[in-house]
């Protein structure tokens, strides 16, 4: 769909359009790993299938066991007995009633005998299953006492109606008792700290896991809108990072939105394949991927950055492992070195597994350190091995798709182009000899140039191969393919069709690059190696033939677009250079300095240069170099005497 221009969305900067779809796009992918996840697989007494770090602090209480350690602690508490006062009386006033029923006189020495049994035996106490045993003893006392024998029957009767149990059970003390052992064992409480694990991946999980989890509303049906907003603003904060990093690194990277779209679409398709994998381990994760593929394609710098970056967010999105951001981090910058050096693609296959053994060490190690249980420990750290296989696996795979999808190139791709084997180089060889040997002469000047300043060598030498493909269509219309006593075939037709020979070069170059699928990057060079330049012969012929008041400038010029890289603007100048000392009759050190300056002086003042972000500093390198090896090419050779000559 297309954005109108007075849309809202025609005013912001195509930049900042990509940073806020990637920001949804990754933010969605890490809220889902938690928001998503099937929790209705958290039983108790099965195994979790996920590690689940507490997002906050919270304390639960274990009602249930708090409950089962009071009844435990209750069990061992006795009865409270007291001795009740009221009892005594009641009792003495039955024995009373019960002598003067037997003619027993009071202050008799029968009468206070038997006060005097139940008194002491009742100011002691008498609990309930002490009372047949007080009875019985009181009996066999009075068996014992200076009494008349038909009196002690009537006394052991008395005491027996008499004698009542005086130690009863206290409620209101048992209660308070009672309570006080439910207070001394307190309430069972969990308490878990923010970033705490709660349960491990694998680990059983249990009645207090669960209360946990049911706590922290981890457990439908609770969403959980902190944890989602928290991983937003993360997000955020890694977006405006790395603008940040963009802005002051890499400024060009910001004005391409394919480029910014390929950095957000590497680090989408990582984010998404570790939603996926990470069920199987949280260590088999191909984050080095995005270090991989941006170094690949882009840059190591970047790529170095970039998988710190990638690495902050899986760390988070796994419930903030130190361990797996520690993992991620160094196998992703391990990667990054050696996956920009890859020549070949099975060198990224070797990367893989030198991504994955550094992966294997980091986790044995960090694992090793708290003192994780073994078996746990060789577990992750073999899928965290295979993380950098399946991470190799997916750049080779993709790297062909990324180059065409996204115009850009890989050393290996270039590599590949390189070759003189290649179909379009074969044909400049035999159908175009004299511009297959200029193309290899411009490219030798193009890398010593680029690699002076800093840019691409391979690609500004692979770019000058093609550059010229273009006059394959009419080879013999161009003065390099023309032999001696070649008649001249641009002096033999109208000079406006010779102008448009020439020109359109350029175009039918651009159209073979398509027709044998040449990469964009490729095709620049050849649509940009004029840029907007002026056909210097036919120029001038045309202001001698019709005056310079008669003749537009704009008329003589190549269509463009003016170079926009350092490599393309090295191999335009490397161009103009060979072709210029080559026509030189003197091709003394000073003569192709001379030349070189001021052909690097045309161009710029023409306005050739504005755009390739070569800096004045950088054209006093190219020149410099030029110099040297053109000068190193058409050096004089010392003339060595023939057979026969004086001296030989």
């Not at 066991?65 to 006062?85: C, F, G, I």
């Not at 998404?272 to 199987?280: G, I, P």
């Not at 995005?290 to 970056?309: P, Q, Y």
């Not at 070195?337 to 070797?350: F, K, M, P, V």
Request: hydrophobic content about 45%; aromatic content about 8%.
């Amino acid at each position: 769909m297309k954005i109108k221009a007075n849309s809202i969305f025609g005013k912001i900067p195509r930049y900042i359009l990509i940073a806020i779809c990637c920001e949804i796009s990754i933010g969605t992918i890490m809220v889902s790993t938690f928001l998503f996840r099937n929790y209705s697989l958290i039983k108790i007494g099965q195994p979790s299938p996920y590690t689940i770090v507490a997002p906050y602090s919270v304390s639960v209480v274990d009602t249930e066991e708090t409950k089962r350690l009071q009844q435990q602690a209750l069990a061992n508490v006795k009865e409270v007995y007291s001795l009740d006062a009221t009892v005594l009386p009641i009792s003495e006033a039955k024995l009373r009633s019960y002598l003067e029923s037997k003619g027993i006189k009071e202050n008799t020495k029968e009468w206070k005998a038997a006060f005097n049994l139940l008194r002491q035996s009742m100011k002691r106490g008498i609990y309930p299953w002490e009372l047949e045993d007080v009875i019985k003893s009181i009996q066999n006392r009075i068996d014992g006492m200076n009494v008349p024998e038909n009196v002690k029957p009537v006394l052991k009767e008395s005491l027996r109606l008499s004698l009542a149990t005086n130690v009863l059970p206290d409620k209101d003390k048992t209660a308070e008792l009672r309570l006080m052992v439910k207070k001394r064992v307190g309430n069972v409480t969990y308490r878990v700290v923010k970033g705490q694990v709660v349960v491990r991946k694998g680990d059983i999980i249990g009645r207090k896991e669960m209360l946990i989890l049911r706590a922290l509303n981890i457990l439908p049906p609770h969403f959980p809108y902190l944890r989602v907003g928290a991983v937003f603003v993360f997000v955020l904060i890694l977006t405006y990072v790395l603008y940040v990093y963009l802005k002051n690194e890499h400024s060009l990277l910001l004005e391409s939105a394919s480029t910014l779209l390929f950095i957000s679409v590497v680090t989408l398709i990582a984010m998404v394949v570790t939603r996926f994998t990470a069920v199987l381990s949280s260590f088999f994760i191909p984050t080095a991927f995005v270090g991989m593929m941006i170094a690949v394609l882009l840059n190591k710098r970047l790529g170095v950055f970039l998988s710190i970056v990638a690495s902050l967010a899986v760390a988070m999105m796994l419930d903030g492992d130190i361990l797996i951001f520690s993992m991620c981090a160094l196998g992703s910058v391990v990667g990054v070195y050696l996956s920009g050096e890859a020549t070949q693609r099975i060198d990224l296959i070797r990367v893989g597994i030198s991504v994955g053994i550094v992966n294997i060490l980091v986790v044995f190690i960090g694992g090793m350190i708290p003192g994780e249980n073994i078996v746990r420990i060789v577990s992750a750290s073999l899928w965290a091995g295979a993380g950098g296989i399946l991470t190799a696996v997916m750049v080779s795979s993709m790297l062909p798709h990324f180059e065409s999808a996204f115009g850009l190139i890989s050393n290996i791709r270039l590599l590949e182009l390189g070759m003189p084997d290649q179909p379009l180089l074969k044909r400049l060889q035999i159908e175009a000899p004299g511009t297959y040997h200029h193309s290899l002469n411009v490219a030798n000047l193009a890398e010593v140039a680029a690699k002076a300043v800093g840019a691409n060598a391979l690609l500004a030498r692979v770019g000058a191969y093609y550059h010229d493909i273009g006059k394959l269509k009419r080879p013999t219309f161009f003065t390099e393919n023309q032999g001696e006593g070649f008649e001249n075939l641009m002096e033999t037709i109208m000079p406006n069709l010779s102008i448009l020979v020439i020109i359109n070069h350029v175009k039918e170059g651009i159209e073979l690059a398509k027709k044998y699928k040449l990469p964009s990057p490729i095709i620049d060079f050849i649509a940009q190696h004029h840029g907007t330049g002026v056909i210097g012969y036919f120029y001038s012929k045309a202001k001698e033939d019709l005056g310079e008041a008669n003749v537009n400038k704009d008329d003589f010029r190549y269509p463009g677009p003016k170079p926009k890289t350092k490599e393309t603007a090295i191999v335009m100048l490397a161009d103009s250079v060979e072709a210029a000392v080559r026509s030189l009759e003197n091709k003394s050190p000073a003569k192709i300095e001379n030349m070189v300056r001021d052909i690097v002086r045309s161009k710029l003042e023409d306005g050739q240069l504005d755009e390739s972000d070569l800096k004045f500093t950088d054209l006093q390198k190219v020149i410099k170099e030029f110099t040297r090896v053109l000068t190193s090419m058409y050096h004089s050779r010392v003339r060595y005497p023939e057979e026969g000559e004086k001296g030989a």
